[in-house]
């Protein structure tokens, strides 16, 4: 790809994924920092200057850590005003939890009417969330979830099945339409065997929604 032309066109498509921090409030089991601990290395917070870089190169942003939540870091809302001014697209995959009623007017100001798709993960109906992303409250989530969607945000709700809340999934979803965000199911492949309590009856095994 030596032609500066053609490198431009395909740095403007591509969808790059950042891990931008290693910070993460939540105990979910089946994440790889529950399972895995001592196996990777935390990293750093990336720096306001280094993502500059990055949104310059790249148009489309994918939030989505692997081992932190974009959220928690500390200079998320600076990152967010980069962003902003670089007119990046922006795909930003969240738990939504342990944040101020204050800090979410601010981030869904400035993502406010853009090109922007906040990812909520809520495991479930909001009361139930905490039984797989154990210590969210879920509640809180769906509340900040409805305020985007009402202050013209998109949202989506991403929602894992599992056991406990398999027989809440057309619930769950008629919520989602109710307040304009957009309802997502996704199949999990990370159980421990056919008798993990987690995993849900074989009705929802590799069906796709």
Not at 105 to 132: C, E, I, Q
Request: charged content about 30%; overall charge positive; proline content about 3%.
């Amino acid at each position: 790809m030596n032609n500066p032309a053609r490198q431009s066109d395909y740095f403007d498509k591509v969808w790059t994924n950042l891990d931008i921090t290693h910070r993460c409030l939540l105990q979910c089991p089946r994440c790889s920092r529950q399972n895995h601990k001592g196996m990777h290395k935390r990293g750093s917070d990336v720096s306001l200057n280094d993502f500059e870089k990055i949104s310059k190169c790249f148009k489309n942003l994918h939030f989505c850590g692997q081992m932190g939540d974009p959220i928690y870091h500390p200079k998320f809302l600076d990152i967010l005003k980069i962003a902003v001014k670089n007119n990046n697209n922006m795909h930003i995959a969240t738990n939504g939890h342990g944040k101020k009623d204050d800090w979410w007017d601010h981030a869904f100001f400035l993502t406010k009417d853009r090109n922007t798709r906040w990812v909520f993960g809520l495991d479930g109906l909001p009361k139930d969330s905490h039984k797989y992303r154990v210590n969210q409250d879920g509640n809180l989530v769906w509340k900040q979830m409805k305020n985007g969607a009402k202050n013209g945000n998109e949202i989506m709700w991403q929602y894992i099945v599992f056991s406990y809340n398999e027989n809440d999934i057309e619930e769950a979803r008629s919520m989602a339409e109710d307040n304009n965000i957009i309802f997502r199911l996704i199949e999990s492949s990370r159980w421990r065997g056919e008798d993990d309590p987690l995993r849900p009856s074989k009705h929802f095994i590799n069906r796709w929604f």
